[in-house]
């Protein structure tokens, strides 16, 4: 198996796509934040230190998909035609689900930014939590969904 983001002598570039179709291409991840339940009671009812908290992370995971090519060294910028970010109370781990969907119209997809996305939303809770809880953990980041391009998923 070859890898695109090597030459021939392993060196790092960035993949060619300028023989690729341009195409609608579309992708969703997903990821948690564990925490306890006293932290998730703060959060429901507006008391954490540091303010709206939800809100914020959200926020914070769009800017996020927006900035991902200046992030991983070899993704190429896009112009983004949709972020959305929606982190839901989830009262049986306790903590929250992270969703983010990314789409545009390139020649190139949209998972890195989804994982973005979802992955600074994450630590934007974190941090904005840690004062009050030092048990927490982000987990199963991954993509869910990705469609445009050769495969869809």
Same mark, same amino acid.
Not at 73 to 98: M, R, T, Y
């Given at each position: 198996?070859?890898?695109?983001?090597?030459?021939?002598?392993?060196?790092? @570039? =960035? /993949?060619? +796509?300028?023989?690729?179709?341009?195409?609608?291409?579309?992708? %969703?991840? #997903?990821?948690?934040?564990?925490?306890?339940?006293?932290? *998730?009671?703060? +959060?429901?009812?507006? @008391?954490?230190?540091?303010?709206?908290?939800?809100?914020?992370?959200? *926020?914070?995971?769009? =800017?996020?998909?927006? #900035?991902?090519?200046?992030?991983?060294? *070899?993704?190429?910028?896009?112009?983004?035609?949709?972020?959305?970010? +929606?982190?839901?109370?989830?009262?049986?781990?306790?903590?929250?689900?992270?969703?983010?969907? /990314?789409?545009?119209?390139? #020649?190139?997809?949209?998972?890195?930014?989804?994982?973005?996305?979802?992955?600074?939303?994450?630590?934007?809770?974190?941090?904005?939590?840690?004062? +009050?809880? %030092?048990?927490? @953990?982000?987990?199963?980041?991954? /993509?869910?969904?990705?469609?445009?391009?050769?495969?869809?998923?």
């Amino acid at each position: 198996m070859s890898l695109s983001h090597l030459d021939e002598t392993g060196r790092a @570039r =960035m /993949v060619d +796509v300028s023989d690729k179709a341009v195409t609608a291409r579309i992708a %969703k991840a #997903q990821g948690k934040l564990v925490c306890a339940t006293e932290t *998730l009671a703060l +959060v429901i009812e507006g @008391r954490t230190p540091k303010g709206a908290v939800i809100s914020t992370a959200e *926020l914070a995971g769009i =800017m996020a998909a927006k #900035q991902t090519s200046n992030l991983i060294p *070899l993704c190429h910028p896009l112009a983004l035609s949709k972020v959305a970010v +929606v982190i839901a109370v989830n009262h049986d781990l306790p903590g929250f689900d992270i969703t983010a969907e /990314v789409k545009t119209t390139s #020649q190139t997809g949209v998972e890195m930014e989804a994982l973005t996305a979802v992955s600074v939303a994450g630590l934007t809770l974190y941090d904005m939590l840690k004062a +009050v809880d %030092k048990t927490m @953990r982000i987990e199963g980041i991954e /993509v869910t969904a990705k469609s445009g391009g050769k495969s869809d998923w």
